[in-house]
């Protein structure tokens, strides 16, 4: 199964690391880093994080702050958005 970064959680991304890294470079590359590696275990298990409040996703809670959403396709995991965790969502 293949890792699949959809332009929105791409975007997420580079705001989050915009924002802390403007403080903080150091620790913007280590969160950035965390994300690939959720990310990559949640391709090697899809199933591993808990169910999303939107149906057919599951969400990752990374760094205590930031909640990683992703999808279970066919062939592929695809990352939906990368939110704060106050972030309302849906």
Same mark, same amino acid.
């Given at each position: 199964?293949?890792?699949?970064?959809?332009?929105?959680? /791409?975007?997420?991304?580079?705001? &989050?690391?915009?924002? &802390?890294?403007? *403080?903080?470079? *150091?620790?913007?590359?280590?969160? *950035?880093?965390?994300?690939?590696? %959720?990310?990559?275990?949640?391709?090697?298990?899809?199933?591993?994080?808990? %169910?999303?409040?939107? /149906?057919?996703?599951?969400? &990752?809670?990374?760094?205590?702050?930031?909640?990683?959403?992703?999808? &279970? %396709?066919?062939?592929?995991?695809?990352? /939906?958005?990368?939110?704060?965790?106050?972030?309302?969502?849906?």
């Amino acid at each position: 199964m293949k890792l699949v970064w959809r332009p929105e959680a /791409l975007a997420d991304r580079d705001r &989050i690391m915009d924002r &802390i890294g403007q *403080d903080n470079p *150091d620790a913007a590359a280590d969160l *950035d880093e965390m994300f690939e590696s %959720k990310g990559e275990i949640a391709r090697q298990r899809p199933t591993l994080y808990r %169910k999303g409040r939107v /149906l057919g996703t599951r969400e &990752i809670v990374a760094a205590a702050n930031y909640v990683i959403v992703y999808a &279970i %396709k066919k062939d592929r995991v695809e990352v /939906l958005r990368v939110m704060h965790a106050r972030r309302q969502w849906p």
